[in-house]
């Protein structure tokens, strides 16, 4: 009986170690089956943070581009103001060169018109200093008249005198 027991026990112990074996190579299995899960897994994991990083840097690059396209727009702005100052100044100089332009017709108008009155004076000049040689001629000749006149003044008085005197005497 009891090695019936024994033997019992030992076909369960042998069944339970069938059952174990059996259980250890479906965990062994599953091990794999896990283990293969896990580096594939790993794989994944490795290219999801290659594609991560690689998005990163594609978002960086984006922050990049974002940001120069900023600079950029900042800078055409900066252009058209500038362009429109320069279209403003444009015609600043436009309105100053044609007052330049009249101006410079009126200069040489003025400068016509002081030839013309230079011409008038030096005109004037010359009759003034004809006229003045005149006046000294005129006044050499009234003193020479004056002296005449004086000498025969002078004359006069002394044949009045004389006169006078024979008239006393007579």
Known sequence: MELATLKGNNAKL?????????NVKQWKQQLAAYQEEAERLHK????LECVSSQANAVHTHKTELNQ???EL????????????????????????????????QKLKEVEIRIKDLEGQLSDLEQRLEKSQNEQEAIRNNLKTLLEILDGKIFELTELRDTMAKL????
Do not use: P
């Open 14 to 22: 042998t069944a339970a170690l069938l059952e174990s074996t059996a």
């Open 44 to 47: 994944r994991v490795t290219e």
């Open 68 to 70: 120069t396209i900023q």
């Open 73 to 104: 727009e900042s800078m055409l702005k900066k252009k058209e103001e500038e362009i429109e100052r320069l279209k403003q100044e444009t015609n600043s100089a436009r309105e100053l060169q044609a007052q330049r332009d009249f101006l410079t």
């Open 167 to 170: 008239i006393e005497c007579s």
